[in-house]
């Protein structure tokens, strides 16, 4: 006959339910792949970077550009690019002509990854819930981290994206009114039913949209939409609708389009 202590059930009871908690963490961390932290780009002038999340003690990467004209101690724009779905993490590094003119015109330039590659960047629901706060929480974290390395001019940070990195452009800074000095778009994805009115937030904030006509992804009347509105609130806008232009292409592999959006910047991160 065992005689089991009270005391010795709870702390067993309470040993295997720690446990279980921990295993279904680990559950929740294996659901990132190892795609999530691969890179695409070996351009030389592309910095490769990681650093550890807290919320899960995960190693997250993200990449650099810095223009050969910075110089510690004087503050430079930042431009924070952010990738489409399933997109690498320094994919926009690879766009034609991005990272020429981001020399020509001295941007420092990063590309979070939005913790994995289908993360949406907390604007819209994930497979795990909680992946989505992480995709937002990853991109504050390396802003940060750029603000503490470099002479980063807090009056010329700067957000732009495409397709999901459109999505979440528009809700990061909806999320952070005043944070950036301007935004650009190309081929936005943001949710169906989501209002544009969450712009109201970020209304004095210039902003470029640009889309294609016959993109298959997202719906040129989608972004038509969004344009009116932001007509509508009284945004400082620029909206350059491309005839017969498709959803990636026309942005990745297009270097006058590329230059249309740094120009965008470069104008108004002028004093």
């Given at each position: 006959?065992?005689?089991?202590?009270?005391?010795?059930?709870f702390?067993?009871?309470?040993?295997l339910a720690?446990?279980?908690?921990s295993?279904?963490?680990?559950?929740?961390?294996?659901q990132?792949e190892?795609?999530?932290?691969?890179?695409?780009?070996?351009?030389p002038?592309?910095?490769?970077?990681?650093y550890?999340?807290a919320?899960?003690?995960?190693?997250?990467?993200?990449?650099?550009?810095?223009?050969?004209?910075?110089r510690?101690?004087?503050?430079?724009?930042l431009?924070?690019?952010?990738?489409?779905?399933?997109?690498?993490?320094?994919w926009?590094?690879?766009y034609?002509g991005?990272?020429?003119?981001?020399?020509?015109?001295?941007?420092?330039?990063?590309?979070?990854?939005?913790?994995?590659?289908?993360?949406?960047?907390?604007?819209?629901?994930?497979?795990?819930a909680q992946?989505?706060?992480y995709?937002?929480?990853?991109?504050?974290?390396?802003?940060?981290?750029?603000q503490?390395e470099?002479?980063?001019d807090?009056?010329?940070?700067?957000?732009?994206g495409?397709?999901?990195?459109?999505?979440?452009?528009?809700?990061?800074?909806?999320?952070?009114?005043g944070?950036f000095?301007?935004?650009?778009?190309?081929?936005p994805?943001?949710?169906?039913d989501l209002?544009p009115?969450?712009l109201q937030?970020?209304?004095?904030?210039?902003?470029?949209?640009?889309?294609?006509?016959?993109?298959?992804l997202?719906?040129?009347?989608l972004?038509?939409?969004?344009?009116?509105?932001?007509?509508?609130?009284?945004?400082?806008?620029?909206?350059?609708?491309?005839d017969?232009?498709?959803?990636?292409?026309f942005?990745?592999?297009?270097?006058?389009?590329?230059?249309k959006?740094?120009?965008?910047?470069?104008?108004?991160?002028?004093?």
């Amino acid at each position: 006959m065992t005689i089991r202590n009270p005391w010795y059930t709870f702390l067993l009871t309470a040993v295997l339910a720690i446990t279980s908690l921990s295993g279904l963490a680990g559950y929740a961390h294996a659901q990132r792949e190892t795609t999530d932290d691969e890179s695409l780009i070996s351009d030389p002038r592309v910095q490769h970077r990681s650093y550890v999340f807290a919320p899960t003690g995960e190693t997250l990467p993200y990449a650099v550009f810095v223009p050969s004209s910075y110089r510690a101690g004087t503050p430079a724009p930042l431009l924070v690019s952010l990738h489409g779905l399933g997109r690498t993490y320094d994919w926009l590094m690879g766009y034609q002509g991005f990272l020429d003119y981001a020399e020509e015109y001295g941007f420092v330039v990063v590309t979070p990854l939005g913790y994995i590659r289908r993360g949406w960047y907390g604007s819209r629901p994930t497979d795990i819930a909680q992946h989505a706060a992480y995709s937002e929480q990853d991109v504050m974290n390396v802003i940060e981290l750029m603000q503490e390395e470099f002479s980063i001019d807090s009056q010329r940070l700067f957000l732009w994206g495409h397709s999901m990195g459109g999505a979440g452009t528009y809700h990061l800074a909806a999320n952070n009114p005043g944070m950036f000095a301007a935004l650009a778009v190309a081929a936005p994805a943001p949710r169906a039913d989501l209002s544009p009115t969450i712009l109201q937030a970020v209304r004095d904030t210039p902003i470029l949209v640009i889309q294609g006509t016959a993109d298959e992804l997202v719906p040129v009347e989608l972004t038509r939409r969004w344009v009116a509105e932001i007509r509508n609130m009284g945004m400082q806008h620029v909206y350059i609708e491309l005839d017969g232009a498709d959803h990636t292409d026309f942005i990745a592999s297009n270097r006058d389009n590329m230059r249309k959006v740094m120009n965008f910047f470069d104008i108004v991160s002028k004093p």
